[in-house]
Structure formats: C-alpha cells, structure tokens
C-alpha cells in the first residue's frame, strides 16, 4: 500500500502544479511530486529491483573503494554519464542509497518535464498515474536504460517543434547512461520526420504505404534475423537471443489490449485525436506519428518480439501520453468519462 499512497500523493502535488498559475506554487508541488517516489526509490532495500544486484549495489562499493575516478571507471563497463553520478555520491555521501536516490531524482525530474511540457494535451495528473503505475516499478529494474529514457522523453517536445539538433543532444546526455539511447533517432526523430512530411501526408497510397507496409515488414524481421545468425557460423552462437524462450519477456496480454484499444481509439476518433494531438502550422500531422508509433509496438511485441523491453522503451514513454489523451478524444462526457476509468482500472490491473 505504501507504493499506492505514495502515487496518490504525488499525483495530487501534480494536480495543484497544473492548476495553479502562481511559479512559486508550480515550483513547490513539481517539487514535491518528483520527490515522493524518488524518495520511496532511495529508501528501497538492497535486492528491490534486480539492478541493485546485478551491478549497483557492486558499483557503489567500488566507487567508495576507488582511490580515484579513473580506477573507478577501470572495474566497471557501465557508461561515463551513470558511473559519475554513482562516484560522485558514493564520494560525498557515502551510501548505495543516496545513490538509488539519485537515479530515481533523475529519471522522474526528467519523466515529470517530458509530460509538463506536453500538459496542454494531456493531464499532468492523469499521465503521471499512468506512469507510476506501468512503469515506477521497472525504474528500479532497469536503472541505467530508464535514466536514458526518461531524458529522450524529456526532449521529444524539441522532435515536435523541428528543432532535430537540440534533441540529438538530450539523445547524446542519455547515450551517456546507457548506449539504447541511440536507438531514439531512428524510432522517434527518423520515423516523426517520414510520417509528418508533406510527401507521405498528401499522397494518400505512400501513406497507406508507409503505415501498413513498414508495419507488415516488421512480421519478416524475426525470420530473417534468425536465419542470418544461423547462416554465419561465426554469429550462431547469438542465435538463442532471437528464441521465443529467451525472448519473450513481459509480453502481457493486458498491454497487448491496451496498445491495441489506443490505436482503434486513434482511428475512430481521427478528428479527436488531430485535435488534441496536433498543434497547429508546422505541428499539424502530429497525429499521424503518435498513431504509427502505437502500432509500431504493437506489431513488434506480436511478429518481432526480441529484445522488447529494450528497444521499445523509448516508443513505449511516448505511448503514454496517447494513453493519457485517450478521454480528450470525445468530447460526451459519460462516454469521456467511460473511457478514463477504463484506461485507469487497465494500467492499475
């Protein structure tokens, strides 16, 4: 209870952040709304979320052994960007804690500006539920890789307003925490910059095209992979990366739904979602990239399957503030109504 409780805290800072016009106020409960869960996260025990096991708890005992930062970086492989943060608190304060602390200071600073910039489509109070409840738990699974995350989410807005330079440097800060990072600029800056182009908006087949080609391509990458890695010799030993028993991790059909229910939202209610998703002028195809993008995850966890929680984290952030915007669609207010309670008792399920 105490994770619920903390959630529901939070997101009530959240509500008062977004409603009030005061910066002291905003400041104040954006403040405290970050700090809630970071502090649950920083007060977890050693073994609470497989990552302090596989490496963090080793990684902060290291850096306090460590004479120097350099020797530090000699008994670890982990990226440049994580292992300063975890010097540089193991030096200061002495704890693995202060250093789950940190991570989590981090990951939700960067999550709750990724959606605050977006608050004019979507309730700041709302997506930060959605969040806690799907992926505040992974956060202690995969420190490293939602640090990274966190930081591309807290960017996108910059892949919106064509401004492709300044989100290539959030790519690059979060590359720094952990190398998945790069895999943002083919899945969100290379396919928003196809989808939203006039060429594929105005030719009605190159859209279809677009869409549902390159998404029935994805039910061939599996197959193809897999006869490649066993045709070279010297790569058949990767083979078992691409094996449904290795593969297949936290594919639930529960998120199955949810991803699906997303899209045929999206396409019964194309002219809400325009609105709510799109801005105007240079903004005005937005939609499209937020619907290929759900069925882009869809499809992969269905044909592609490998590696998912890997390579879809990125698209998947993205997905949470369709999530989120879903009720904004309509515009009925039992049918709003419906629909949002529909979104919360799937993602608490």
Same mark, same amino acid.
């Given at each position: 209870?105490?994770?619920?409780?903390?959630?529901?805290?939070?997101?009530?800072?959240?509500?008062?952040?977004?409603?009030?016009?005061?910066?002291?106020?905003?400041?104040?409960?954006?403040?405290?709304?970050?700090?809630?869960?970071?502090?649950?996260?920083?007060?977890?025990?050693?073994?609470?979320?497989?990552?302090?096991?596989?490496?963090?708890?080793?990684?902060?005992?290291?850096?306090?052994?460590?004479?120097?930062?350099?020797?530090?970086?000699?008994?670890?492989?982990?990226?440049?960007?994580?292992?300063?943060?975890?010097?540089?608190?193991?030096?200061?304060?002495?704890?693995?804690?202060?250093?789950?602390?940190?991570? +989590?200071? &981090?990951?939700? %600073?960067? !999550?709750?500006? =990724? *959606?605050?910039?977006?608050?004019?489509?979507?309730?700041?109070? @709302?997506?930060?539920?959605?969040?806690?409840?799907?992926?505040?738990?992974?956060?202690?699974?995969?420190?490293? +890789?939602? &640090?990274?995350? %966190?930081? !591309?989410?807290? =960017? *996108?807005?910059?892949?919106?307003?064509?401004?492709?330079?300044? @989100?290539?440097?959030?790519?690059?800060?979060?590359?720094?925490?952990?190398?998945?990072?790069?895999?943002?600029?083919?899945?969100?800056?290379?396919?928003?910059?196809?989808?939203?182009?006039?060429?594929?908006?105005?030719?009605?087949?190159?859209?279809?095209?677009?869409?549902?080609?390159?998404?029935?391509?994805?039910?061939?990458?599996?197959?193809?992979?897999?006869?490649?890695?066993?045709?070279?010799?010297?790569?058949?030993?990767?083979?078992?990366?691409?094996?449904?028993?290795?593969?297949?991790?936290?594919?639930?059909?529960?998120?199955?739904?949810?991803?699906?229910?997303?899209?045929?939202?999206?396409?019964?209610?194309?002219?809400?979602?325009?609105?709510?998703?799109?801005?105007?002028?240079?903004?005005?195809?937005?939609?499209?990239?937020?619907?290929?993008?759900?069925?882009?995850?869809?499809?992969?966890?269905?044909?592609?399957?490998?590696?998912?929680?890997?390579?879809?984290?990125?698209?998947?952030?993205?997905?949470?503030?369709?999530?989120?915007?879903?009720?904004?669609?309509?515009?009925?207010?039992?049918?709003?109504?419906?629909?949002?309670?529909?979104?919360?008792?799937?993602?608490?399920?």
């Amino acid at each position: 209870m105490i994770y619920i409780a903390c959630f529901l805290a939070s997101i009530l800072m959240a509500h008062f952040a977004s409603r009030s016009k005061d910066k002291g106020v905003i400041v104040l409960c954006s403040v405290l709304c970050i700090l809630i869960p970071c502090i649950l996260g920083g007060l977890r025990d050693h073994g609470i979320g497989t990552d302090t096991i596989i490496y963090g708890y080793s990684d902060c005992m290291a850096a306090l052994r460590a004479k120097d930062f350099l020797s530090f970086l000699a008994t670890t492989r982990q990226e440049i960007g994580y292992c300063t943060v975890c010097y540089a608190i193991m030096k200061t304060l002495g704890h693995q804690n202060w250093c789950y602390f940190a991570y +989590q200071l &981090i990951t939700i %600073s960067c !999550v709750y500006i =990724g *959606f605050y910039r977006h608050k004019e489509k979507i309730s700041l109070p @709302f997506v930060m539920l959605i969040w806690f409840f799907i992926y505040y738990n992974v956060t202690y699974n995969l420190m490293r +890789q939602f &640090i990274a995350a %966190s930081i !591309v989410l807290m =960017g *996108f807005n910059y892949i919106e307003s064509r401004h492709y330079t300044k @989100f290539m440097l959030y790519v690059f800060v979060a590359f720094l925490f952990h190398k998945s990072a790069l895999l943002a600029l083919p899945l969100l800056m290379g396919v928003y910059i196809v989808i939203t182009s006039e060429a594929v908006q105005k030719n009605a087949w190159l859209k279809l095209l677009t869409f549902y080609g390159s998404a029935g391509l994805l039910f061939l990458v599996r197959n193809i992979f897999f006869m490649v890695i066993r045709s070279i010799p010297l790569l058949s030993k990767y083979s078992y990366y691409f094996e449904s028993k290795y593969s297949e991790v936290k594919i639930t059909v529960v998120m199955l739904a949810i991803m699906l229910g997303e899209f045929l939202l999206m396409t019964f209610y194309s002219k809400g979602a325009s609105r709510v998703l799109s801005g105007e002028g240079a903004n005005r195809n937005d939609a499209e990239f937020y619907r290929f993008n759900v069925l882009f995850c869809l499809v992969f966890q269905v044909a592609v399957r490998f590696f998912t929680e890997r390579i879809l984290l990125y698209s998947e952030l993205i997905n949470i503030m369709v999530l989120a915007a879903l009720p904004r669609f309509v515009r009925e207010k039992n049918l709003r109504f419906m629909i949002q309670v529909s979104v919360l008792f799937a993602v608490a399920f």
